[in-house]
């Protein structure tokens, strides 16, 4: 059985840093990623990264401001959020999927059930 957790989300002020993290299991060979929503729109792809090959991938809206992780040792997957703005106010989601050699990050329906992220200006 394949799940996924967050945690982590919570209320901060703007300028501030969270970090999120997944906790995967029953997963192999996927690269992991975080979406993000909100009420009314669809969900927005925020980072991805390769399990093997620690390949990346940003959404312009948060490049330089957020880093996406992993810890081998304990199967966790994070994403480091730094100056946080209120526009990065949404729910956060962790999925499976594939990050292509060409960098395209094509999501498999598999996702956790989110986390809060509240950011107060």
């Known amino acids: 059985q394949v799940q996924l957790e967050e945690s982590g989300g919570r209320l901060v002020q703007a300028g501030e840093s969270l970090r999120l993290s997944c906790t995967p299991s029953?997963?192999?060979?996927?690269?992991f990623a975080w979406f993000r929503q909100t009420p009314g729109t669809e969900r927005e792809f925020v980072a991805a990264?390769?399990?093997?090959?620690?390949?990346?991938k940003y959404a312009d809206s948060v490049l330089g401001r957020f880093t996406i992780s992993k810890d081998d040792a304990t199967n966790m997957v994070y994403l480091q959020m730094n100056n946080l703005k209120p526009e990065d106010t949404a729910v956060y989601f962790c999925?499976?999927?594939?990050?292509?050699?060409?960098?395209?990050?094509?999501?498999?329906?598999?996702w956790g059930q989110g986390t809060q992220v509240t950011v107060s200006s």
């Open positions: 029953g997963f192999s060979g996927y690269a």
């Open positions: 999925n499976a999927g594939i990050l292509t050699r060409s960098g395209k990050y094509d999501y498999r329906d598999y």
């Open positions: 990264i390769t399990w093997g090959s620690d390949r990346t």
